[in-house]
């Protein structure tokens, strides 16, 4: 399992400190609350890693995780936080579209986001920076045991008849349901992301 074994390696407050651009990345993105922190804790099955934070007004962290693989997982700062001032929302947000267009060694995108408020504008500013550039990206609709089963399935389908808009070639944006309260979704998601690697 390409999750289970990443280990915690180090958070970095700016993007000028991320480690220099060798080994592949996976960038994790959503909406502040959106679930992200669970999700990454569920998936890689520690909770000591990331940090679930009650105070999201906080300086936000860039955290990076390394899987066996040498590749590595990259926790985004959350965005959309309404408490937050609006000159370091604005920040935050100059800070990921940065990384989103320019980072070569970015090699996929996880977008989490909650299942009853999907796609929000910044979830598609997100898409619009990422999309462009072909890469795959896999969209997390958590915290699905909130939702009916029918009513889930039915974000499923609305999610997934909205992300052709950003395709740029067939297949590039897959989606998936999840919650970290039931653990499911874990497999579909590992191989959503086995696939963006080499083999
Ligand atoms: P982040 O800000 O995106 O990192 O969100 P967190 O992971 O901190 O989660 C925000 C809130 O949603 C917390 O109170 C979590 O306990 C809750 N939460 C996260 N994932 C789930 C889920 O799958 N199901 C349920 N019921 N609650 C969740």
Redesign the pocket.
Known sequence: SLFRHARFEISIARPQDLPPPDGAEIAFA?????????????LVGHTRL?F???T?GRTQLINIFRMNNGAALVDLP?YGYAQVPEAVRKQWVRLLENYLTRRTNLIGLIL?M?SRHPLTPLDQQMLDWFAPSGRPIHVML?????LTRSASAQTLTLVKNRLPKWQVRPGQISVQL?????KAGIEEAESAVEGWMAP
Do not use: Q
């Open positions: 959503g909406r502040s609350n959106a679930g992200k922190s669970s999700a990454i804790n569920t990331a679930v934070s009650k999201p959350g989490i909650d958590t915290k699905s045991d909130k999840f919650s970290s309260l039931k």
